[in-house]
């Protein structure tokens, strides 16, 4: 199974500027999701994308993110304005007709 | 909402010591994962099991569906097992989906 790689691996960004976070490549999986981990907390659940639709999303996930599949094998999470308190690890994972997990590598996003 | 809680929040063992992690949760789940986090932050999933047992090498996962517990060991315990060891729930009913995450335990295993 391939892993999933997210680019870039880290990122700095100055608060209020939009950032675009990356997961490629993907193949044809059931369910991908977006999670993030704020330094010291546990992982955190932001939307989840069947079908080229966001099935669900948490609370976290408000109209600041958005999700989109730009050319059906990329995955990318926007965040129009960034905040300091989005200073997190984000991961996107995929899941397969098996129901199992793969993670990506994560992207840590510092918002300064 | 699914409540994670795992004990302990910190273990530190000499190498080759029997390790156990400990995950309960407060709703009803249909599988679980074990998931283990490197220092440099990637999660790569150990085990998805919904009942009985399952085995990897010198990993070892156990749960008990009506119980609400999981526990993951490690026999013969090596410095290259120090990670956090995450375990994560589906809902009940489901084995698409979200996970539901467990604060993790940080594992450091001396030699």
């Known amino acids: 199974e391939p892993e999933v790689t997210q680019t870039p691996s880290h990122q700095v960004t100055q608060m209020g500027q939009e950032v675009i976070l990356r997961c490629v490549p993907i193949s044809n999986h059931l369910y991908f999701y977006w999670y993030r981990q704020i330094l010291g907390q546990k992982v955190e659940f932001l939307v989840s994308?069947?079908?080229?639709?966001?099935?669900?999303k948490s609370e976290i996930f408000d109209d600041q993110f958005s999700v989109e599949r730009p050319d059906g094998s990329n995955f990318t999470l926007k965040i129009r304005s960034t905040k300091l308190e989005d200073s997190a690890m984000y991961f996107c994972a995929k899941q397969g007709i098996d129901y199992g997990y793969t993670f990506g590598s994560g992207t840590r996003l510092t918002v300064v | 909402k699914n409540e994670v809680e795992q004990s302990p929040q910190n273990l530190t063992a000499q190498e080759g010591e029997f390790i156990t992690i400990n995950c309960s949760y407060s709703?009803?789940?249909?599988?679980l994962h074990w998931l283990q986090q490197h220092p440099g932050g990637g999660i790569v999933s150990l085990f998805m099991l919904s009942s009985g047992k399952k085995k990897h090498g010198r990993l070892i996962a156990t749960i008990n569906i009506q119980e609400k517990h999981s526990s993951l060991h490690i026999t013969a315990s090596h410095p290259r097992d120090s990670a956090v060891y995450i375990c994560?729930?589906?809902?009940?009913?489901?084995?698409?989906?979200?996970?539901?995450f467990g604060r993790g335990t940080q594992l450091t295993v001396w030699p």
């Open positions: 994560a729930v589906f809902s009940r009913g489901s084995t698409l989906g979200r996970l539901y």
């Open positions: 709703v009803g789940i249909s599988a």
């Open positions: 994308f069947y079908n080229n639709e966001i099935s669900e």
